[in-house]
């Protein structure tokens, strides 16, 4: 019998106090062995709770040779630094979104990875939720024709003045913080060969960081995909493709609890299908995709060719430059609205690509996405449309 993946977790971020080290306590494929955070007791807090040893601080956390991998939640602009480390170190690494703050960084450090033979993923679960394999083999079996368009929304509900992502320094902003969701639902959809469009980003009152903004991205075949995302909003996790017969509609589509019972309705002229699909833990399927991956290694391709999944962090991180290059900013004060465009951006407007929502250590705010989540949401259904539910 293989032994579990013995794993180490470099910061205490809300994300994996809540989620995270829970699932890793009970799941048979991984040992959660170490844990390290930059304040002492929270880690030997933790590492009572947890059964496992308190690392006095990251390195030597790194230097325990009984470590196989590490997770890092730490905040976005640390990422870089400490993914390569760890990768020095020998470890595998499993970092929270994004990956690094701009796309060379992440190239790099995928090509590290990739010369040392060790894996190297970006914690983006949603990925790894059944329901999206439902939406898949819908387009693929033609279920609502050719497709023409995605539409997509993540927003969450305002954060406190001084949570972690309107901090610039640390890599804070709407852009990669909730825009890297419905942007990595494009890319697992419509495929790697996007390009943008237009875009538009804005900063709320006071604030250094883009609170909002909305993307437009095309294919070579003419298909769009029109992104919304913003911090201070309406809690919505949602994405549609539309095709030449019909629509496909997810709901809670990027954080769902795992007793949540997803449902993708399928809309083909006047009737709408609901299909009821059973519950699924995408944080469980994550913890255990990314073992297996370790103990079944891929390698690449050649110089500059990347398989799945490591071209899709790389193009994600590139879209999201390309999105701040090219998008329109606007301020907003407490009377109006200013714009300009993206090459004539202020010292507030930071060349950091992103910061996750969750991904910050233990002093930092506890995320209002896991709440909102169990929210009920409107039926985008017409209420006079027949329905048919159907449970699969």
């Not at 630094?81 to 979104?97: C, I, M, N, P």
Request: hydrophobic fraction near 40%; include cysteine; aromatic fraction near 4%.
């Amino acid at each position: 019998m293989t032994r579990p993946l013995r794993i180490g977790v470099l910061g205490l971020a809300s994300i994996a106090r809540r989620r995270m080290l829970p699932v890793m306590a009970a799941c048979p494929d991984l040992q959660l062995t170490a844990l390290a955070s930059r304040d002492a007791h929270a880690a030997d807090k933790a590492a009572a709770q947890y059964g496992c040893r308190a690392a006095p601080d990251y390195t030597a956390l790194l230097a325990m040779p009984d470590i196989d991998a590490v997770y890092l939640p730490l905040p976005a602009a640390l990422h870089a630094t400490w993914t390569r480390a760890a990768l020095d170190a020998g470890k595998h690494v499993l970092a929270e979104k994004p990956l690094t703050t701009s796309a060379a960084e992440t190239r790099d450090l995928l090509t590290l990875a990739a010369s040392r033979g060790l894996v190297l993923a970006e914690n983006v679960m949603f990925l790894h939720h059944a329901q999206h394999a439902t939406v898949q083999r819908l387009l693929h079996n033609g279920a609502i024709g050719e497709l023409r368009s995605f539409t997509a929304q993540f927003s969450i509900p305002k954060l406190p003045d001084d949570d972690i992502r309107h901090r610039p320094e640390l890599g804070g902003g709407a852009l990669a913080d909730v825009a890297v969701y419905p942007l990595r639902a494009a890319l697992h959809l419509l495929g790697e060969d996007l390009d943008v469009a237009g875009a538009a980003l804005t900063y709320g009152a006071g604030r250094h960081v883009e609170t909002a903004g909305a993307a437009l991205l095309h294919s070579p075949t003419g298909i769009t995909a029109h992104l919304t995302f913003g911090l201070d909003h309406a809690y919505r996790s949602w994405y549609e493709l539309c095709g030449s017969t019909g629509r496909i509609a997810v709901d809670h589509a990027f954080t769902p609890p795992a007793d949540h019972t997803p449902v993708v309705r399928l809309t083909r002229g006047m009737d709408t299908e609901e299909l009821h699909l059973p519950p699924d833990d995408q944080v469980t399927n994550t913890l255990t995709a990314f073992a297996a991956a370790i103990r079944t290694p891929r390698q690449r391709s050649g110089p500059g060719q990347w398989r799945e999944p490591e071209a899709a962090v790389l193009r994600q991180a590139e879209l999201l430059e390309a999105i701040r290059d090219r998008a329109a900013v606007h301020h907003t004060t407490a009377h109006h609205t200013t714009a300009h465009d993206a090459t004539a951006h202020d010292a507030t407007a930071h060349d950091a690509t992103a910061h996750d929502a969750t991904a910050h250590d233990a002093t930092a705010h506890d995320t209002t996405v896991r709440d909102a989540a169990r929210r009920p949401t409107p039926d985008r259904a017409r209420a006079d449309q027949p329905h048919t539910v159907r449970s699969l």
